[in-house]
């Protein structure tokens, strides 16, 4: 009876832990001016451990890119006098190469460069009686703009340089995408195969939710106030990046801005895309393509979408039918995939 009792004490237990539910780690905190959720699902997780891990990192990336801190590796590279090369971190010079990439392909209209025109336009510390900017402020700003004429990125010797002792980086389109990454591969390297991390509302997902489903995205309406689901989104192992200008907006004498500025024009965008979501292999070149998008428009953006393959989801404005009335349209490589090619 004993061999007996043992093999069933056996079974049962075996039975025990072959039906135990994975651990499930939710933090959530501020970073980049904005918040941040994580969701990490495995065995045996070690939530102060997690939590650690997470605010570390996201420390050092704020250290290096954030243009809130002064005292970051950006900051201190845009208050810099010098033109002459300057040594950067690995990060950096990451983030800068992948900057790089998209403002060439989309024809300068992605650019890190833009903070004399944001600043100018009032979307740094603007008061409601400013007055529009004139055209000859435009033109002095737009001399402040363009990142392939005023940065030289240096690969091999990992330097960065300005040709105009003004000359800023500003990464907020690009850093937030960068971060979430990061915070992804830290719990890769923990051994987590399934998670998501959010911040400000980019995020990866990876693997199952907590239920043991795909994870499911939804993408917002674009209407100031509501909290409405337009489409929702399978994710497994992508980043997705959101860019719309129905939130941060002012409107003066009748006329509205975007906070979205065109480099190129260096004008608010007056097109009638409001919102473009993107899926990339991460969430730093969504994040980055998400922006260049939103200041294409959805005519010229589909194009390049199409050119580059690139999976965009455009959300405009149906000006035919009225103010809430919107009108959608999906890139080849964002109907892949949904799944809906």
């Not at 009792?5 to 001016?33: W, Y």
Request: glycine share 8%.
């Amino acid at each position: 009876m004993r061999p007996l009792i043992a093999l069933a004490s056996l079974l049962f237990v075996s039975a025990c832990l072959l039906d135990k539910e994975p651990d499930v780690v939710r933090l959530s905190g501020e970073t980049m001016g904005t918040t941040f959720n994580v969701i990490a699902i495995g065995d045996d997780l070690d939530e102060a451990t997690l939590g650690n891990t997470v605010q570390e990192t996201l420390a050092q990336v704020n250290a290096k890119m954030s243009n809130w801190d002064p005292n970051s590796e950006v900051s201190a590279f845009s208050a810099s006098a010098s033109t002459d090369p300057i040594t950067v971190s690995d990060e950096l010079a990451f983030v800068i190469q992948a900057a790089n990439e998209v403002h060439k392909k989309s024809g300068g209209t992605f650019d890190v460069t833009l903070g004399p025109l944001i600043e100018l336009w009032g979307f740094g510390p603007r008061k409601p009686d400013d007055p529009v900017p004139a055209d000859a402020d435009i033109e002095a700003a737009l001399g402040q703009v363009g990142q392939a004429r005023l940065l030289t990125l240096d690969d091999t010797a990992r330097t960065l340089a300005k040709s105009d002792a003004g000359v800023g980086i500003n990464l907020s389109a690009i850093a937030k995408g960068y971060g979430i990454d990061a915070v992804a591969a830290r719990l890769r390297d923990a051994g987590i195969e399934d998670y998501m991390v959010e911040i400000g509302g980019d995020l990866v997902a990876m693997g199952q939710n907590d239920k043991g489903d795909n994870w499911q995205i939804g993408i917002e309406k674009p209407e100031a106030g509501a909290q409405a689901i337009q489409l929702i989104v399978p994710l497994d192992d992508l980043g997705m990046a959101t860019s719309g200008d129905y939130k941060n907006f002012y409107e003066q004498d009748g006329v509205r801005y975007s906070h979205i500025i065109d480099p190129i024009t260096g004008r608010p965008i007056t097109h009638q895309t409001t919102s473009v979501t993107v899926l990339a292999e991460s969430a730093m070149m969504a994040d980055a393509w998400a922006t260049a998008m939103l200041a294409l428009g959805q005519d010229k953006g589909l194009e390049l979408a199409e050119e580059h393959k690139l999976a965009v989801f455009f959300i405009s404005r149906d000006v035919t039918s009225g103010e809430e009335a919107y009108i959608t349209v999906q890139s080849s490589a964002f109907k892949e995939a949904l799944g809906t090619n």
